[in-house]
């Protein structure tokens, strides 16, 4: 008996003691009105690492941002509490109009066209970072600049792979939950990026929306417009990390390969690694297990 009482108490008492802070802030950036928020653990590491999330297509009201997906949404709060780093969680760019009234989503590779003006989603998002690396002095956090990581979902996900094209040397490592490379367009020329980063992509094979092994995916603009199955973007990034080729396939005929459940390439020192897990019977969505996976091999890829 007293053995359950103290463990209800042990529960009880590290449920009470998280309460870390949640600050939201607004600041113009390229004539935009951008939003972000920070997540503060009760207890912050001394230089500690960043996580950037990057949330999916949100349809609502401008005055509706999607502010606490990437905490109350994906927990990423409670592995901060655990492991005390730093969560920053900043808002696309809204757009008004179409059949939905507005929405918020991301300027990722193939997107340009969707936008009035450009934002500049990936020179906001670097802002950030350099913003979190200042000393407490200057406004930041002291992160330390080897342990900034970016995750993102859906179109979050398609502009996790752009931001960690574009601002290769301020990233470590990105994880893109079904979220592709480009959209749209096949002819697309994705530039390399300036040094490795490492990759884990998660991706459901049974996702409806953005198709496993690519196919067609509907936008608010533009109808149903093609999008690249997994082997594209881990070819990608096999490629611009130097690790090599992929002889197994993760798609086979437009179909899921049979018995292919992942691949995990890495450099012969360990530090540069891409990996893909295939989410088994996934739509699109994501789980409390696809995040603890991007935390863990956040974890182990400082640069």
């Known amino acids: 008996m007293k053995k359950l009482v103290f463990v209800l108490c042990f529960l009880v008492c590290a449920a009470q003691a998280q309460n870390g802070k949640f600050t939201t802030y607004t600041e113009t950036w390229n004539h935009f009105t951008r939003i972000y928020s920070i997540y ?3 207890v912050l590491q001394q230089n500690p690492a960043l996580v950037m999330v990057l949330h999916g297509t949100t349809v609502a009201a401008e005055s509706n941002p999607p502010l606490t997906i990437c905490t109350k949404g994906m927990g990423w709060d409670q592995l901060a509490d655990a492991n005390g780093f730093l969560v920053v969680c900043p808002i696309s760019t809204y757009v008004p109009g179409g059949p939905s009234g507005g929405r918020f989503f991301w300027e990722s590779y193939g997107r340009a066209d969707d936008f009035p003006s450009p934002p500049d989603d990936a020179g906001f998002l670097r802002s950030l970072v350099v913003t979190m690396e200042k000393t407490v002095s ?14 993102g979902f859906s179109s979050g996900g398609m502009m996790t792979q752009r931001m960690c094209i574009a601002n290769a040397d301020v990233v470590a490592a990105c994880a893109p939950v079904s979220g592709p490379l480009w959209v749209g367009n096949p002819n697309i020329e994705i530039p390399r990026p300036s040094q490795p980063v490492s990759i884990i992509e998660l991706h459901g094979d049974e996702d409806p929306t953005i198709p496993y ?21 881990i070819n ?3 490629g611009s990390d130097a690790l090599g080729t992929n002889r197994s396939p993760l798609c ?3 179909d899921p390969s049979p018995n292919v459940f992942g691949v995990d390439f890495k450099s012969p ?12 019977g996934f739509g699109h969505t994501y789980k409390p297990w696809t995040i603890s996976s991007a935390w863990e091999f ?6």
Do not use: N, S
């Not at 020192?269 to 989410?279: A, L, N, P, T, W």
């Open 40 to 42: 503060v653990p009760p």
């Open 269 to 280: 020192d360990g530090k540069i690694e891409v990996q893909f897990v295939r989410e088994l």
């Open 298 to 303: 956040f974890a182990a890829h400082k640069r």
């Open 138 to 151: 200057h406004g930041g956090y002291g992160v330390d600049h080897t342990r900034v990581f970016v995750m």
């Open 252 to 254: 086979t005929a437009g």
């Open 236 to 238: 990608y990034w096999l």
């Open 213 to 233: 092994c690519g196919g067609l995916f509907w936008t608010y603009e533009h109808g149903l417009i093609p999008v690249p199955g997994v082997d594209v973007d």
